[in-house]
């Protein structure tokens, strides 16, 4: 069994920062990947920063510059610094592990941490 717990979120007015936490948990034998995704209400889950093992950290257009994703490799542990919050930042976060390889790769969810930017 693989459990990640996210920490975190919360509220916070446009232009302050919130850092995310993820730590996974359990039978994981390899990891391939670890990120963050988000998802607003009536919109898609998507991407925001992955942090793979192997290969470039890969962040949404909209979040460059103003997020940062890093890892803690011996924890299996990923986090999300975001800086210049902005109101459309507002969604639920959610942790996402990838394990495997190339050739076979599972993946993981958090439950979901909210984030609303609001004054």
């Known amino acids: 069994q693989v459990q990640l717990v996210e920490s975190g979120g919360g509220l916070v007015q446009p232009g302050g920062s919130l850092r995310l936490s993820c730590a996974a948990s359990?039978?994981?034998?390899?990891?391939?990947?670890m990120g963050w995704y988000r998802q607003a209400p009536g919109k898609e889950r998507d991407l925001v920063a992955t942090?793979?093992?192997?290969?470039?950290?890969k962040y949404a257009d909209s979040v460059k510059g103003r997020f940062t994703i890093s890892r803690d490799n011996a924890k299996n542990t990923v986090y999300l610094q975001m800086n210049s919050l902005k109101p459309e930042d507002t969604a639920v976060y959610y942790c996402?592990?990838?394990?495997?390889?190339?050739?076979?790769?599972?993946?993981?969810w958090g439950q979901g941490t909210q984030v609303t930017v609001s004054s």
């Open positions: 996402n592990l990838i394990t495997g390889s190339d050739s076979y790769q599972h993946y993981y």
């Open positions: 359990g039978s994981i034998f390899s990891v391939y990947a």
């Open positions: 942090m793979p093992n192997r290969g470039d950290t």
